[in-house]
T-cell receptor
Framework: GQNIDQPTEMTATEGAIVQINCTYQ??????LFWYQQHAGEAPTFLSY????GLEEKGRFSSFLSRSKGYSYLLLKELQMKDSASYLC??????????????FGTGTRLKVLA | DADVTQTPRNRITKTGKRIMLECSQT?????MYWYRQDPGLGLRLIYY???????NKGEISDGYSVSRQAQAKFSLSLESAIPNQTALYFC???????????FGPGTRLTVL
């Protein structure tokens, strides 16, 4: 089956570093995405991994291990505006070389002053 | 101007009514998607379309139908709304390479 797991909530302090983990099980893995979603707003793209390793993008980094079905999103120098939900999503290759995106339930991050 | 727009942004309706949610995009993407989001359940795929002649069911298509009138427009209909269809609905697009999805601002639908 297809399944994505991530923690429901995390809390961290302004200026700190936080790591949000995501584990997944899919039959046709073809990439992993992280999105940020502020309450009541649309998800916005943060990062993408298709090969193993670390992708760095400013204060945000994302890591992937395909053999372990595991990814994490690392947020450095936390700011109050980083308080949001972080969605892990897997692109799954289906029949006819089509792709579907499967989303986790999201991790709600609270950044405290 | 926004790349992906959804209308209406908010809608309150009654059980049994027919509702249409509309999505338009100026990104030139071929692929369009409809999701619903419920607290604790994440984003769930309702329908998706890879071009004007292509319509595919997602994991929760029962009670919904869609129409892809043009490359830029993808509409979601609830033929007879029921209270458990109360949710936040998002339209999304992606290009042919299957890169990340770009989401519209969402429609908050309440069915009484």
């Amino acid at each position: 089956g297809q399944n994505i797991d991530q923690p429901t909530e995390m809390t961290a302090t302004e200026g700190a570093i936080v790591q949000i983990n995501c584990t997944y099980q899919t039959s046709g893995f073809n990439g992993l995405f992280w999105y940020q979603q502020h309450a009541g707003e649309a998800p916005t793209f943060l990062s993408y991994n298709v090969l193993d390793g670390l992708e760095e993008k400013g204060r945000f980094s994302s890591f992937l291990s395909r053999s372990k079905g595991y990814s994490y999103l690392l947020l450095k120098e936390l700011q109050m505006k980083d308080s949001a939900s972080y969605l892990c999503a897997v692109r799954d290759r289906g029949v006819k070389r089509t792709y579907k995106y499967i989303f986790g339930t999201g991790t709600r991050l609270k950044v405290l002053a | 101007d926004a790349d992906v727009t959804q209308t209406p942004r908010n809608r309150i309706t009654k059980t049994g009514k027919r509702i249409m949610l509309e999505c338009s995009q100026t990104k030139g993407h071929d692929r369009m998607y409809w999701y619903r989001q419920d607290p604790g359940l994440g984003l769930r795929l309702i329908y998706y379309s890879f071009d004007v002649k292509d319509i595919n069911k997602g994991e929760i298509s029962d009670g919904y139908s869609v129409s892809r009138q043009a490359q830029a427009k993808f509409s979601l209909s609830l033929e007879s709304a029921i209270p458990n269809q109360t949710a936040l609905y998002f339209c999304a697009t992606s290009d042919l390479s299957g890169s990340y999805q770009f989401f519209g601002p969402g429609t908050r639908l309440t069915v009484l």
